[in-house]
């Protein structure tokens, strides 16, 4: 995997952390939510009227797979990370939990997707849990406030990525990146404003921190951390993706301390080594071996 498109990637989808908790003290989850992925469906779909080559061919059951994709990896995903943010998880602990994601992966990858995946990069995955374990526990320890349950949240929306991981992977029609964002946003723009309407939340707030908060996550979170998890998914395969997002916790962390002042101490600090020491190992123990082709 390209070492720059791998740090990219980690810095991008990171950011998107960071752009909910820039967000999340000037307007709601599901109001933030709609502003970001409103303007970015409308831009999509004209620029999907203008260049049509790539939609050609595409049958009605290719379309329904990117929206329901659309529905888990972003509208499912993203609503559970900012309602967590707004009930006062940090943003460091809401990706430290998200990183538990990984582990979930490559244990599936095998019997559902029939990839390969070797002693040594099962050693660099239980690693990397285990780094996400003891960045946890720092940040845990240092307090925000929120309800016991509040931390519950992000774990539904883990989920619901690694559902649209595999959806994605068993299916036999390559759709163009640019078709599936823009089907994928186009859906989250349909039930996000649903939501926000019903909510009476659709309103953006007068805030510059709102603007800024959309800018960012439109800019840094959909382009570069959404677009480029779909295209490492299909250069790399699923373990390696998702063994980068065990980078994803430590960094948020550093970020999230940098920006905000949220704990980050010695602790913090080794679970970050950890990390990458999971990431080289898995790398390391890629094999030459091919998956074989899904029925």
Same mark, same amino acid.
């Given at each position: 995997?390209?070492?720059?498109?791998?740090?990219?990637?980690?810095?991008?989808?990171?950011?998107?952390?960071?752009?909910?908790?820039?967000?999340?003290?000037?307007?709601?989850?599901?109001?933030?939510?709609?502003?970001?992925?409103?303007?970015?469906?409308?831009?999509?779909?004209?620029?999907?009227?203008?260049?049509?080559?790539?939609?050609?061919?595409?049958?009605?059951?290719?379309? $329904?797979?990117? =929206? %329901?994709?659309? /529905?888990? #990896?972003? +509208?499912?995903?993203?609503?559970?990370?900012?309602? &967590?943010?707004? @009930?006062?998880?940090?943003?460091?602990?809401?990706?430290?939990?998200?990183?538990?994601?990984?582990?979930?992966?490559?244990?599936?990858?095998?019997?559902?997707?029939?990839?390969?995946?070797?002693?040594?990069?099962?050693?660099?995955?239980?690693?990397?849990?285990?780094?996400?374990?003891?960045?946890?526990?720092?940040?845990?320890?240092?307090?925000?406030?929120?309800?016991?349950?509040?931390?519950?949240?992000?774990?539904?929306?883990?989920? $619901?990525?690694? =559902? %649209?991981?595999? /959806?994605? #992977?068993? +299916?036999?029609?390559?759709?163009?990146?640019?078709? &599936?964002?823009? @089907?994928?946003?186009?859906?989250?723009?349909?039930?996000?404003?649903?939501?926000?309407?019903?909510?009476?939340?659709?309103?953006?707030?007068?805030?510059?921190?709102?603007?800024?908060?959309?800018?960012?996550?439109?800019?840094?979170?959909?382009?570069?951390?959404?677009?480029?998890?779909?295209?490492?998914?299909?250069?790399?395969?699923?373990?390696?993706?998702?063994?980068?997002?065990?980078?994803?916790?430590?960094?948020?962390?550093?970020?999230?301390?940098?920006?905000?002042?949220?704990?980050?101490?010695?602790?913090?600090?080794?679970?970050?080594?950890?990390?990458?020491?999971?990431?080289?190992?898995?790398?390391?123990?890629?094999?030459?071996?091919?998956?074989?082709?899904?029925?």
């Amino acid at each position: 995997m390209n070492v720059l498109l791998s740090i990219a990637f980690v810095l991008c989808w990171s950011s998107g952390f960071i752009g909910a908790k820039l967000g999340a003290g000037s307007a709601s989850a599901v109001t933030i939510l709609m502003w970001r992925f409103l303007p970015l469906a409308v831009v999509l779909i004209g620029v999907a009227v203008v260049s049509r080559a790539s939609w050609r061919g595409l049958a009605a059951r290719d379309v $329904a797979r990117q =929206a %329901a994709i659309g /529905v888990l #990896s972003q +509208s499912g995903y993203l609503l559970t990370v900012y309602y &967590a943010i707004q @009930l006062g998880v940090s943003s460091g602990t809401t990706a430290l939990i998200d990183g538990v994601q990984p582990l979930v992966a490559g244990a599936l990858a095998g019997p559902l997707l029939r990839q390969y995946v070797s002693r040594r990069q099962w050693l660099g995955l239980c690693l990397g849990v285990s780094g996400v374990a003891l960045v946890t526990v720092a940040d845990a320890a240092a307090g925000t406030g929120a309800a016991w349950w509040a931390y519950l949240v992000p774990f539904l929306g883990m989920f $619901a990525l690694v =559902a %649209a991981t595999f /959806v994605e #992977s068993r +299916s036999r029609t390559q759709v163009a990146p640019t078709v &599936a964002m823009t @089907l994928h946003c186009a859906t989250s723009a349909a039930l996000f404003t649903i939501f926000a309407v019903s909510a009476g939340a659709a309103g953006p707030p007068a805030e510059l921190s709102f603007w800024t908060a959309i800018i960012w996550l439109v800019a840094l979170s959909t382009f570069g951390g959404y677009g480029l998890y779909w295209l490492i998914l299909r250069r790399s395969g699923v373990t390696k993706v998702n063994t980068l997002m065990f980078l994803m916790a430590p960094v948020t962390a550093v970020w999230g301390a940098l920006m905000f002042g949220e704990p980050f101490g010695p602790q913090t600090a080794l679970g970050l080594a950890v990390g990458l020491a999971a990431v080289a190992i898995v790398h390391r123990g890629d094999t030459s071996a091919r998956p074989a082709p899904v029925n």
